[in-house]
């Protein structure tokens, strides 16, 4: 691994210790400022554009039953000079999958778009039992 | 939109249009082929890399019972010298949301990662009505 894919690793690491503290102002430091930014929510439409991100980011980090969530298994592909992270949510230990979009903006990753969604029931059992995804592309 | 934006359009229609029409060759010469590649098929764990992507499409792309698709509503959010586009996606009528991250490779944007998810079922009837989104972040 080299600076830049850990740099990469550590925003994404930082937003899901915002997510999983329920911390609203570091998350939203953490997206984009000047980037155009996006998220889909498992199961939901895409929401387009600052004020609907971070509102929905708002809901989910203040409601009193906010899901517990731990990160897995990232992988950093450098993408020009954005960068994807491919990685596993566990929220309520369900697993999910999710890739993150991160640019530069003053020197620091920030993200521009989050998607996660539901992996098939008849696949859970593998993917929260350990050492799942070898099958899928060598991912550990 | 601008020259770089209608671009990267251009090569997200020739994605589903190679999906739509089980077109191997095309749907391969689309994926990049030096910068690493990932796809998140509908419920299913990440694949990484060239020979889990490609075979997956090939094995979607010759199934005899392969769905029909369609694109719609694309949005592009250009991310350094990468690009996002977020799209809607009917699969035998079925909404999804996609994610489609390209990068350029030899002058002509190529595919880098797709994530497609479907959308909760009591949201389903709105997006498959016409002018859904509205309410999500303006995207029509």
């Known amino acids: 691994m080299n600076d ?18 329920r911390d609203v ?11 155009p930014i996006a998220c889909t929510h498992p199961a939901w439409p895409v929401l387009v554009g600052r004020r609907d ?5 708002r809901g989910i ?3 009193p039953d906010a899901p517990s969530v731990e990160q897995r298994g ?5 993408a020009g000079d ?21 640019v530069r903006e003053d020197g620091a ?3 521009v778009h989050h998607h ?7 696949v859970r059992e593998r993917l929260t039992g350990g050492d799942a995804f070898s099958e899928f592309g060598g991912r550990n």
Do not use: G, K
């Open 25 to 35: 102002a570091a998350m939203e430091a953490l997206w984009a400022s000047e980037a």
């Open 82 to 102: 954005a960068a994807i992270v491919l990685c596993r949510e566990l929220v309520n230990d369900t697993p999910l999958e999710a890739t993150n979009v991160f």
């Open 116 to 122: 996660a969604s539901a992996v098939a029931p008849n």
């Open 61 to 63: 980090l203040e409601n």
């Open 109 to 111: 990753w920030r993200i």
């Open 53 to 57: 991100v971070l509102r929905s980011w």
């Open 4 to 21: 830049l894919e850990a740099e990469v690793l550590a925003a994404n690491a930082a937003f899901y210790r915002a997510f999983a503290t």
């Open 74 to 78: 990232a992988v950093v592909h450098l």
